[in-house]
């Protein structure tokens, strides 16, 4: 959206009837389960406007949470009818910014492992195995902190590294070091080859440097979502 999108707040409701982006089969691309096969809830909307960020997650639609799940279900099974995706990713957006609580409750019911990538602002109570990813952003020029009670059931940050843009440019204490919570980089895609080539390097240099892991987007070097 570069920016551009509305920031919305958090909702509160029951969970039966969620706002969705889309829904689609991949692999996971970046972060601890890079390589893994997985279905993709695309969330809408998001509380922040990221001028890097080139994902949609405004044109969403109203899908009531049955019919999520049976999208889900049969996109999971293979071209013999066999179940062959067992890894559900909740994006966004910003996905804690609607009640995703029954949502998960119902993948897990159905042996889906489930992730969720957030940007660490909003706080809601999900099951204890669903696996929280959080991607902190900074707003004018600093980092927002990550929520307190979130952190706990953080199971990795990735942080974005730019050698272009100041703030993105180092990773900083959010909580990742009091909470033993593993550390990975991620060059930031700023759409232009020279630019994303320091930035990569950058993101190695700062992995390299601080035993942190290198998270490389390759769902964009395949030229899948």
Known sequence: ??????????????????????IFKTLQGEGPNVGVPAIFIRLGGCNLACSFCDTDFEGFVE?????????????SLNDRGVKSVNLVVITGGEPLRQQISPLCDKLIQDNYAVQIETNGTIYRTIPKEVEIICSPKVV??????VREDLLPNIRAFKFLISANI????????LGQKRCNIPVFVQAMDEYKEE???????????????????????????????
Do not use: T, W
């Not at 959206?1 to 889309?22: C, H, I, S, T, W």
């Not at 899908?63 to 996109?75: A, D, G, V, Y």
């Not at 320091?198 to 030229?223: E, M, T, W």
């Open 140 to 145: 004018a020029g600093n980092y927002l902190s």
């Open 195 to 225: 630019i994303n080539i320091q930035n990569l390097k950058l993101a190695v240099d700062i992995a390299i440097n601080n035993s942190y892991r290198l998270s490389y987007q390759i769902h964009k070097d395949l030229g899948i979502e």
């Open 63 to 75: 899908i009531e949470l049955n019919k999520i799940i049976s999208q889900i279900r049969q996109l």
């Open 1 to 22: 959206m570069y920016g551009n999108n509305p920031k919305r707040a958090a909702e509160f409701g029951d969970g039966l009837v969620l706002k969705v982006q889309k």
């Open 166 to 173: 100041k703030e993105y440019s180092s990773v900083p204490e």
